[in-house]
């Protein structure tokens, strides 16, 4: 008898078994093609959101540094018109910045100790005002009805106050600020007198400050002072005690000519003649009749040339010319613009690209739990329609991970080119989306590195998306004995 000789069985290249997969998913093109939609539409959510998020996040932290001139003259001009508020300078001391606690020092004739046990106690006092923002909005309003925290901890230098809180706070069970009651008594009655000294005589100060540049600048006005660039400028204003950058009161002028030139359009709209000129050209309401609605209309210099001839003959009459007015508009219309995707919080540049809503995280979840759960019924159903091609396979020598191998490539395959073409359909409702609520702003300030990195990370996604929900089906067709598998009809 002839003897029988068993020898290894032929192990498959990664290479071949790829081939093999190729061939067959082009064999079962419209099971492969559901696959393919499904992980589109997962990967196309996750990048539209993630883009999204980095887009607008972005556009908003770039219009915000564009509006910096507005800004810093806005507080240029409040700063030189009255005192610092009380809130404001116990956070400015809280801060520590060294330009703010020089014009401390100056303004209240302070020593260094006295500043830092200002210092101190603000720091303690901006602790108590998280700690009331930080309650829930139901404790919040048993503490301190619908009084701002700034305003409340005021209010808790009152004795009857201070122990209608603390009785509060013991009903809802609250710790107290500092987690201690006698330290948060001390800060009360004992520090908090302090620092209220320390900041009148900042305000004082600050306010014959206010007095000495006015009477230096013949009582010209904050915009036309920023406007004007006298060379003495910085001068008059260090030597009342403000800390000043050359460099960015030099950067002020154009925006502090602006703010001039807009406020001037208003005088000639109360003539009674050019507010019937302009009624007879535009068609409008006398009462629509205002400086941003003719800032808006004003697109073009024939527009602008002639606002300019009927302005010129008003009681109250402008030097503005044609090419003014429009270079004004134009301007007038971009900080709209800017204002408009800022919003009304300032953006945090700590804030990354990639921070999201909880409720946005958990829609990502379930779109991929979904999304695993499509993607194994497809791939099960495959491996039920091959069984009788899975016997075979065995039966000519295919081994159990030449067969897990064949159906982990084929679901990666599928999963490639889902991802890529989600990432390509999420990035572009990103773009819409961003459009539709900055406009082209969005242009100038999408961060391609970070937009490429997040492109990856719904690649990724996608393939370990695939590959994870076909784990289940690969071993169960790795683990099909042959002949339960060849009576499958």
Request: proline residues 3%; aromatic residues 6%; charged residues 20%.
């Amino acid at each position: 008898m002839k003897p029988i000789v068993v020898q290894n069985q032929a192990r498959m290249s990664p290479a071949r078994c790829f081939g093999l997969t190729v061939s067959g998913i082009s064999y079962r093109l419209f099971r492969s093609s559901v696959t393919v939609v499904i992980l589109a539409l997962a990967v196309a959510f996750f990048t539209q959101v993630l883009a999204t998020e980095i887009i607008a996040h972005e556009t908003r932290l770039s219009a915000y540094q564009q509006l910096k001139n507005k800004r810093l003259l806005g507080e240029w001009v409040t700063r030189l018109n009255r005192p610092t508020s009380k809130p404001r300078i116990r956070q400015q001391l809280d801060a520590g910045a060294t330009n703010h606690l020089a014009e401390f020092s100056a303004w209240s004739g302070a020593t260094e100790a006295e500043l830092t046990t200002a210092r101190t106690i603000a720091s303690d006092m901006q602790e108590v005002v998280i700690y009331l923002q930080d309650l829930s909005p139901t404790n919040r309003a048993v503490l301190i009805a619908d009084t701002e925290p700034d305003v409340a901890i005021l209010q808790l230098t009152n004795r009857e106050s201070f122990d209608r809180f603390l009785a509060k706070l013991a009903d809802l069970r609250l710790q107290p600020p500092l987690e201690d009651e006698a330290a948060f008594e001390q800060l009360m009655f004992e520090q908090a007198p302090v620092l209220s000294a320390m900041i009148e005589r900042i305000r004082a100060g600050h306010r014959k400050a206010i007095q000495q540049v006015r009477k230096a600048v013949d009582g010209r006005t904050p915009q036309r002072l920023l406007a004007e660039q006298a060379d003495n400028l910085p001068a008059i204003l260090s030597s009342a005690g403000f800390s000043v950058e050359v460099e960015s009161l030099a950067s002020l002028a154009t925006q502090a000519q602006y703010e001039i030139d807009l406020q001037s359009i208003n005088k000639p709209l109360g003539d009674q003649k050019v507010r019937q000129a302009i009624q007879k050209r535009l068609g409008i309401d006398p009462v629509d009749i205002n400086s941003a609605t003719m800032l808006d209309w004003l697109r073009s210099a024939g527009r602008a040339n002639w606002l300019a001839d009927q302005w010129s003959t008003a009681d109250q009459a402008t030097a503005l010319t044609g090419d003014r007015l429009l270079t004004i508009a134009k301007e007038y219309r971009r900080q709209q613009d800017l204002q408009a995707a800022v919003g009304n919080t300032a953006p945090k540049a700590s804030e990354g690209a990639f921070t999201m809503e909880g409720a946005k995280g958990w829609l990502i979840l379930l779109s991929f739990l979904v999304c695993t759960v499509g993607v194994a019924n497809a791939m099960f159903m495959s491996v039920t329609e091959r069984f009788t091609e899975i016997a075979t396979m065995k039966c000519l020598g295919a081994l159990d991970g030449t067969l897990m191998m064949m159906f982990l490539f084929e679901s990666a395959l599928q999963g490639l080119v889902g991802a890529i073409i989600g990432v390509v359909v999420g990035l572009l409702l990103a773009l819409l989306r961003g459009m539709a609520d900055f406009g082209t702003l969005i242009f100038g300030s999408i961060p391609m590195d970070q937009v490429g990195l997040g492109l990856v990370a719904a690649i990724v996604a996608g393939l370990i998306l695939a590959v994870v929900a076909a784990v289940g089906p690969a071993y169960m067709a790795a683990r099909l004995a042959p002949m339960e598998a060849m009576r499958v009809d």
